[in-house]
């Protein structure tokens, strides 16, 4: 019964565990707000100068700026245009180039910036006022093909998305050697991550902390009402040298008490002889009456006499 109370005791220190962090997910607040965000679909096309084919690809590689408004946009793609071959955009009196046919002034116009050097939204604010319908960062090349999420609140109705390092640096380079590449930006899938809040994470491990004290101390008392428990059961038995007293046995009505204390204790010199008790002379030859001698002996002689007679003896 001991254990099993014991057993429910842990059974009911697991379900109280499990309600508090239930408790901690479900407070207000516990779950903290929904990072909601937007893969871009990015298009480019273009002619291949050497085979005079068009080349086309299409990939969801992009992701939407937080405060970018969700739609499409297209043009060609300009880069920066700086002696020093800064090409993040970053200086306000950055001049972007766009190859022909167009021109900067003739079509929408898309501009690819590198990240780093400053803000995002210094970035988009020095391409907005060039005209550009988009701005188009690219990572980092230690990022590989991650895209990031991008905070550049105050930077309007323009469509900002970030693509990967390899992505931007292949677009780039065709800019760069003079290739007219047009860019076409799409909406791509709706992504939806909730993360749990700093508060209920300190409410989780302040409640397991706590519930991690209550099971030590609980188990420290039990081992010492444990130990109390054993040590009074040892000292209910007694010392090994001592000697119950046995209760005398009742005697018989009409004996003597004191001959049964005698059979029953044994010897002061510790003896251990267990041939029976001697009788006393007293009692081993019964005293008979001097009466019922004599008329014993007459008895004895008259049957002797009788016995005579039939045998034909005679009788004296």
């Avoid at 793609?77 to 800064?86: F, Q, S, T």
């Avoid at 501009?111 to 988009?134: E, P």
Wanted: hydrophobic letters at 40%.
């Amino acid at each position: 019964m001991a254990w099993r109370r014991r057993e429910a005791s842990v059974g009911a220190r697991g379900v109280l565990a499990l309600a508090l962090l239930a408790l901690a997910l479900c407070v207000p607040g516990a779950r903290g707000r929904a990072l909601e965000w937007f893969s871009a679909v990015v298009n480019i096309e273009y002619v291949d100068p050497q085979t005079n084919l068009t080349v086309w690809s299409v990939s969801e590689s992009g992701r939407f700026g937080d405060s970018s408004p969700k739609e499409g946009a297209h043009g060609l793609v300009g880069v920066p245009w700086a002696p020093g071959g800064d090409l993040e955009g970053c200086a306000p009196d950055t001049r972007f180039f766009v190859p022909e046919p167009g021109g900067r002034g003739a079509a929408p116009w898309v501009a690819l910036v590198a990240r780093g050097g400053c803000t995002f939204k210094d970035k988009v604010l020095v391409a907005a006022r060039r005209n550009a319908s988009a701005v188009v960062l690219y990572n980092e090349e230690r990022y590989g093909n991650i895209t990031l999420p991008m905070s550049h609140a105050g930077t309007g109705n323009i469509v900002v998305i970030m693509i990967s390092y390899p992505k931007g640096r292949e677009i780039l380079e065709l800019v760069q050697k003079g290739i007219p590449v047009t860019m076409t930006i799409g909406v791509g899938t709706r992504h939806v991550q909730e993360f749990i809040s700093g508060q209920s994470v300190v409410f989780v491990a302040i409640a397991f902390i706590t519930m991690m004290i209550i099971s030590l101390a609980w188990l420290i008392f039990y081992y010492i009402q444990r130990f109390l428990y054993t040590g009074s059961q040892i000292g209910s038995q007694g010392e090994p040298g001592d000697v119950q007293e046995m209760p005398a046995p009742e005697s018989p009505p009409g004996r003597d008490p004191a001959a049964n204390l005698s059979l029953a204790l044994p010897d002061d010199d510790g003896s251990d002889d267990s041939s029976p008790p001697s009788a006393s002379p007293a009692e081993s030859e019964p005293q008979c009456d001097p009466s019922f001698k004599g008329d014993a002996g007459e008895n004895t002689a008259l049957l002797a006499g009788r016995s005579d007679s039939r045998h034909g003896g005679p009788i004296s």
